[in-house]
């Protein structure tokens, strides 16, 4: 799927996860399972919101328990004090806590991604290592939610392009645990360089640095595609929570599935072949590091086969099919999560039916289902792990079926 952020009021965590939710209402469930995972003492829910201008949602988090749900202090309120409510946490801890949550993996990595962008920005404004950064405003409860919710839609969503127009500057003041920092704050305006600003002239916080970090991380993991026709399937507008003068304070979201030109039944594209042999680590840490590469932005699948080296010893062979722009990342992965020292890489002409993913519903159960347009008729294939619940194989299939069976009759109902 590919997006297009329209940043009126501004960007923040929270206004992008009330944009996508306002397009994609069936995937609160799933984003607000994956925040309790990562934050058990939090409670969420997207609420209907209508500024007298505009109708959408608001992203409203607040602590278990809490009887008033908007009476945080949420990043995007502008309140011009962060100082009184936010203890700071260390970048170590956040990792450390998303790292340990029962996350899907997608999740757990484009999180990490978020706030790894957070962190290297605040090493360069404060001169200091990235391991030793501590969060003040952003380390927060409700920003850190914010986080894991932009991960999840990210992944479930399966973007893999994203643009925004214009952001707006802001201007003045904000008050911070390190004293009065300029608006955008020095690690925002890091975190968006390259992208396109203007000057509305309307003032105070526009972009948060959540937010920009959600924009950098898309940058990295899902750039602006060629002009190509793709057609409209959703739009949803989010809400922050501060009045803005003369304009609503919303970020609309477009949410475009790819159009495949007529006759056309594939897709070339280019693609990063890289390949290499492991001998020197355990059965048990080998899987481990192969299923995180498989959840890397950059790589698409990773095959291995036992292959016979030197003197007849027995090793792993590896090979991982990566985005060909994003080949040295895919490399630094596959160095970081094996022990091998050395590998081959190529690009290669590949080719690709064109295909979506669906979310369909069974017995009140949400199912993704991935339908491809093949020469023959569109096939379809429910996604394993949304049938894990069913007691017997037997209830998995039927399960699987059904909702197979429903995409693909959406499909022919779209045609």
Request: with cysteine.
């Amino acid at each position: 799927m590919q997006i297009h952020l329209d940043a009126l009021g501004g960007v923040a965590g929270d206004m992008f996860a009330a944009s996508l939710l306002d397009a994609f209402p069936e995937l609160e469930a799933g984003v607000l399972a994956s925040i309790r995972a990562a934050l058990p003492e939090v409670s969420c829910e997207c609420i209907r919101h209508n500024d007298g201008i505009l109708a959408g949602r608001r992203f409203v988090v607040a602590r278990s328990g809490a009887s008033d749900r908007t009476a945080h202090h949420h990043e995007h309120d502008h309140a011009h004090d962060h100082t009184n409510t936010h203890a700071h946490r260390h970048w170590s801890q956040i990792r450390a806590v998303l790292e340990r949550a029962p996350l899907a993996s997608a999740v757990r990595v484009h999180a990490i991604g978020i706030f790894t962008h957070l962190a290297q920005a605040e090493a360069r404004v404060h001169g200091i290592a990235v391991d030793a950064v501590a969060f003040h405003e952003v380390g927060a409860w409700d920003s850190i939610a914010d986080i894991v919710a932009a991960a999840h839609l990210i992944a479930h969503l399966e973007i893999t392009a994203a643009s925004v127009s214009a952001l707006p500057l802001g201007s003045g003041r904000v008050r911070t645990q390190h004293g009065p920092l300029p608006v955008p704050a020095p690690a925002t305006t890091l975190l968006l360089e390259g992208f396109t600003t203007l000057d509305d002239g309307i003032p105070g916080e526009r972009v948060t640095p959540t937010g920009a970090a959600i924009l950098r991380h898309l940058r990295d993991h899902a750039p602006p595609a060629p002009a190509a026709p793709r057609t409209l399937a959703a739009t949803g507008i989010g809400f922050g929570s501060k009045t803005l003068p003369g304009i609503a304070n919303c970020l609309r979201v477009l949410a475009y599935a790819e159009a495949p030109a007529a006759g056309k039944q594939s897709e070339h594209r280019e693609l990063g072949i890289i390949e290499f042999e492991v001998d020197d680590q355990s059965a048990e840490e080998l899987a481990m590091g192969l299923d995180r590469l498989r959840t890397h932005p950059d790589i698409f699948d990773v095959v291995q086969m036992p292959v016979f080296g030197k003197k007849g010893r027995m090793m792993t062979h590896v090979r991982a099919l990566a985005r060909a722009s994003a080949l040295e990342s895919a490399i630094a992965a596959c160095f970081t999560e094996t022990t091998t020292i050395g590998l081959r890489h190529h690009v290669v002409s590949g080719a690709a039916l064109p295909r979506r993913s669906l979310t369909v519903t069974v017995e009140g159960q949400p199912v993704r289902v991935k339908v491809v347009d093949r020469p023959g008729g569109a096939t379809a294939k429910a996604e394993s792990d949304d049938a894990l619940a069913g007691e017997s194989h037997a209830a998995r299939a039927s399960l699987r079926r059904a909702a197979e069976g429903i995409a693909l009759r959406g499909s022919e109902d779209e045609a």
